[in-house]
């Protein structure tokens, strides 16, 4: 945990991380490098904490966090995948067979 923070139980500790996953969820405008700073931050761990615990390299998660790199969607997901979120593909429309059919 990072050490400007006082350290926290386990319980305190999953709240703030699912403070972190709803609030991501909340605003699906944010961009990609919106939502890792957020969850880093609101789960209070440094960009090296994060890293490892989503097995990629600490440079990495800081070019996705800088806006250098957009990250592949493979390292994007095991950052995610910390808190049980991957990225996913979802339509525009209301209705995306409707439009994809014509009809």
Same mark, same amino acid.
């Given at each position: 945990?990072? !050490?400007?923070?006082?350290? %926290?139980? %386990?319980?305190?500790? %999953?709240?703030?991380? !699912? ?19 957020? %969850? ?10 994060? /890293? +490892? ?24 997901? !095991? @950052? ?5 979120? +991957? ?12 439009? @994809? /059919?014509?009809?």
């Amino acid at each position: 945990m990072d !050490k400007r923070y006082n350290t %926290l139980s %386990l319980p305190e500790q %999953l709240m703030l991380r !699912k403070q972190a996953i709803d609030d991501v969820l909340a605003h699906p405008e944010w961009t990609l490098q919106q939502s890792v700073r957020h %969850l880093k931050r609101t789960m209070r761990l440094t960009s090296a904490e994060l /890293a +490892k615990m989503a097995g990629i390299n600490p440079k990495t998660l800081l070019d996705i966090e800088q806006g250098r790199s957009l990250g592949t969607v493979q390292t994007l997901n !095991k @950052v995610l995948g910390v808190l049980g979120l +991957k990225l996913g593909v979802v339509s525009k429309s209301t209705s995306p067979l409707k439009d @994809v /059919a014509g009809g």
